[in-house]
């Protein structure tokens, strides 16, 4: 779901040369986990948002696989804690008013973020198409056809949004971090087929999702005792972080989000 190449499974190629097994991981992509893990009816922090005029903004498109030179409708979208963001929309939809509509959408659904992911995006891209979600360098791509309406659908919108987030924020701090490659490497097991697939893009993002819902309490028993049995190590590196979660509420004994 990241925007960039997906580069070679290292470290996976690297475990099972010197004959250590990997377990079968408990998921295929954690964004399936449970609808729940951030729920859509926590408020958002969205306050509100102003159209700038048209501007060139460079953005990527999966369509075309490349990065490009748009003249994009220009909306700065503000949230309460302080941040804003610059949702930048594909000139394709063709009037400011037509263009408004996927940030009217969108920009509440960013609001239901936990601040360490919020405070590090400074743009939305947003195409047309039947594309991925993407999410890199501070940004994060948004395609609005049939597959966004899927997730839409199925109740995984937040969860989508939180994993793409994680690649536009902490994939850079953490991805190759020591501290993570000792976690990744003690834990010998990836929470889904999808990041032991992509073991040095993926993982972080992939175990960033259920960490959240073991924190906030909102995956079920049976998930909860998956999760803690494939990847213990990385949940204590995250919990380490003492990442802010706000706006989401954290029900975990003696835990609040400040």
């Given at each position: 779901?990241?925007?960039?190449?997906?580069?070679?499974?290292?470290?996976?190629?690297?475990?099972?040369?010197?004959?250590?097994?990997?377990?079968?991981?408990?998921?295929?992509?954690?964004?399936f986990?449970?609808?729940?893990?951030?729920?859509?009816?926590?408020?958002?922090?969205?306050?509100?948002r102003?159209?700038?005029g048209?501007?060139?903004?460079?953005?990527?498109?999966?369509?075309?696989?490349?990065?490009?030179?748009?003249?994009?409708?220009?909306?700065d979208?503000?949230?309460?804690?302080?941040?804003?963001?610059?949702?930048?929309?594909?000139?394709?939809?063709?009037?400011?008013?037509?263009?408004?509509?996927?940030?009217?959408?969108?920009?509440?659904?960013?609001?239901?973020?936990?601040?360490v992911?919020r405070?590090?995006?400074?743009?939305?891209?947003?195409?047309?198409?039947d594309?991925?979600?993407?999410?890199?360098?501070?940004a994060?791509?948004?395609?609005?056809?049939?597959?966004?309406?899927s997730y839409?659908?199925?109740?995984?919108?937040e969860?989508t949004?939180?994993?793409?987030?994680?690649?536009?924020?902490l994939?850079?701090?953490?991805?190759?971090?020591?501290?993570?490659?000792?976690?990744?490497?003690?834990?010998?097991?990836?929470?889904?087929?999808?990041?032991?697939?992509?073991?040095?893009?993926?993982?972080?993002?992939?175990?960033?999702?259920?960490?959240?819902?073991?924190?906030?309490?909102?995956?079920?028993?049976?998930?909860?005792?998956?999760?803690?049995?494939?990847?213990?190590?990385?949940?204590?590196?995250?919990?380490?972080?003492?990442?802010?979660?706000?706006?989401?509420?954290?029900?975990?004994?003696g835990f609040?989000?400040?």
């Amino acid at each position: 779901m990241v925007c960039i190449r997906h580069f070679a499974g290292a470290l996976a190629l690297a475990l099972l040369a010197s004959g250590t097994a990997l377990a079968v991981p408990p998921y295929s992509g954690t964004i399936f986990i449970d609808a729940n893990i951030i729920s859509d009816q926590i408020p958002s922090t969205y306050v509100g948002r102003v159209y700038k005029g048209q501007g060139i903004r460079n953005m990527f498109d999966r369509r075309t696989g490349a990065y490009a030179d748009y003249n994009a409708y220009l909306f700065d979208v503000s949230y309460a804690d302080g941040f804003t963001i610059e949702f930048e929309v594909n000139p394709e939809w063709g009037s400011e008013a037509a263009a408004d509509v996927p940030v009217a959408f969108y920009a509440p659904v960013m609001g239901r973020l936990p601040r360490v992911q919020r405070q590090s995006i400074t743009k939305v891209w947003m195409h047309m198409g039947d594309q991925a979600f993407g999410g890199c360098c501070g940004a994060v791509l948004i395609h609005t056809g049939s597959l966004a309406q899927s997730y839409i659908d199925a109740g995984i919108l937040e969860e989508t949004l939180a994993h793409e987030s994680t690649h536009a924020t902490l994939d850079a701090t953490f991805a190759a971090a020591p501290g993570w490659l000792a976690a990744q490497a003690a834990d010998a097991e990836f929470i889904s087929t999808y990041a032991q697939d992509h073991p040095t893009t993926e993982d972080v993002a992939e175990s960033f999702v259920p960490w959240l819902g073991i924190t906030l309490g909102t995956v079920n028993a049976v998930d909860r005792a998956k999760i803690i049995a494939a990847i213990p190590n990385r949940l204590a590196f995250f919990d380490a972080q003492h990442f802010n979660l706000a706006p989401l509420r954290i029900f975990a004994d003696g835990f609040d989000t400040p």
